[in-house]
């Protein structure tokens, strides 16, 4: 059993390309390991600085991640800002933390550029609280996507320095969660690249079986095939990925074989996934409205969750504090 640390940017709602890509899997994952999932409340903060929607997206995303089946009594599902340890470690890290690597990173650099009025400390820092998320549970897993590959390499390095500096063989160096074969890249309705939020191509987990129709109807075609047993073109062939993840086989197979033979009526198609769409992400929102409007049920979740995380936390503070020469008069 590993101990796995999962954070969950508190900003936007998830869409299909989230589920396929990685919650789906979450389920089986927090049976079979040690799961911490948070919500980087902090985090946000260091691109969204002011409050109007703070507690709406946290509860959101909170209401979302268990609706896809994340189960609060099997995992420690919490919020990053009930965790009074997250800030101290955090500033006892940054005392290890370079100006210069820091500055090096590829995300800092891109918010630079997107956010030029906005460079600030926390955004310099956003790889330091994020090893300390991961390493205040002492944790050896992290699911992450290919855009967080070099925040985990940094918490390896901290983790790695921290033990050298004071000569133990404290922190684990954590790697990447290995998902196996199973991930599913799907793209967006737009005709090429994967499904994202700032693309304007998703189709939400939470979207109303209107939206999802009114977005399927107006995915991006082609003039239809010419030949037999032609390669699709990209828009198609990502309709045809987005049916095979909701679509029975049958209906898969039925337009695949439509298509191959010149047959295929695209408004048929869409038609179909949108129904499809709809008939797989109907129980996720059902189940997310009953959760959102549950305010008491929430608040018991992320209550029980700080309580499960500050005892790992607190414990790791402990030690750190030891290492580090901290001591009582
Ligand atoms: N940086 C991550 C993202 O943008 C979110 C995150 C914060 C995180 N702390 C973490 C992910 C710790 C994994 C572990 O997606």
Same mark, same amino acid.
């Given at each position: ?113 997107? &956010?030029?009025? %906005? ?11 994020? *090893?300390? @998320? $991961? =390493? ?121 074989? &439509?298509?191959? %033979? ?11 996934? *949108?129904? @499809? $769409? =709809? ?51």
């Amino acid at each position: 059993m590993d101990t796995v640390v999962s954070g969950i940017r508190s900003t936007g709602k998830l869409h299909l390309g989230n589920y396929f890509g990685a919650l789906k899997n979450f389920v089986k994952m927090q049976n079979e390991n040690h799961c911490y999932f948070f919500i980087a409340d902090y985090h946000s903060l260091t691109t969204h600085p002011t409050p109007e929607n703070l507690h709406e997206n946290v509860k959101q995303v909170l209401a979302e991640y268990l609706a896809c089946g994340i189960d609060p009594e099997v995992a420690t599902v919490f919020l990053q800002s009930d965790i009074p340890e997250i800030p101290e470690l955090y500033l006892l890290l940054n005392m290890n933390s370079y100006i210069g690597e820091l500055e090096r990173t590829t995300s800092f650099k891109d918010k630079v550029r997107l &956010q030029p009025d %906005n460079v600030n400390a926390g955004l310099l820092t956003y790889p330091v609280l994020m *090893a300390t @998320d $991961i =390493i205040i549970h002492k944790a050896s897993k992290v699911p992450v996507g290919k855009d967080q590959e070099q925040n985990l390499e940094m918490t390896r390095k901290f983790a790695r320095r921290f033990n050298n500096m004071y000569k133990v063989d404290y922190f684990p160096e954590p790697t990447a969660y290995n998902f196996g074969e199973t991930l599913v890249k799907i793209p967006g309705l737009d005709g090429s690249g994967k499904m994202g939020k700032s693309e304007g191509n998703a189709v939400y987990l939470t979207d109303s079986p209107g939206v999802i129709r009114k977005k399927v109807m107006k995915a991006v075609t082609d003039s239809g095939p010419t030949k037999m047993n032609q390669d699709p073109s990209e828009p198609i062939k990502n309709l045809f990925t987005i049916m095979q993840v909701v679509s029975e086989a049958q209906t898969f197979d039925y337009f695949k074989e &439509q298509y191959k %033979n010149c047959s295929i009526r695209y408004g048929d198609l869409k038609k179909q996934l *949108a129904e @499809d $769409i =709809i008939k797989f992400t109907d129980p996720l929102r059902t189940r997310f409205e009953e959760l959102y409007s549950d305010n008491d049920y929430l608040g018991r979740i992320v209550n029980m969750g700080a309580e499960k995380a500050r005892q790992s936390a607190s414990q790791t503070l402990k030690e750190v504090r030891e290492i580090i020469g901290f001591k009582k008069f």
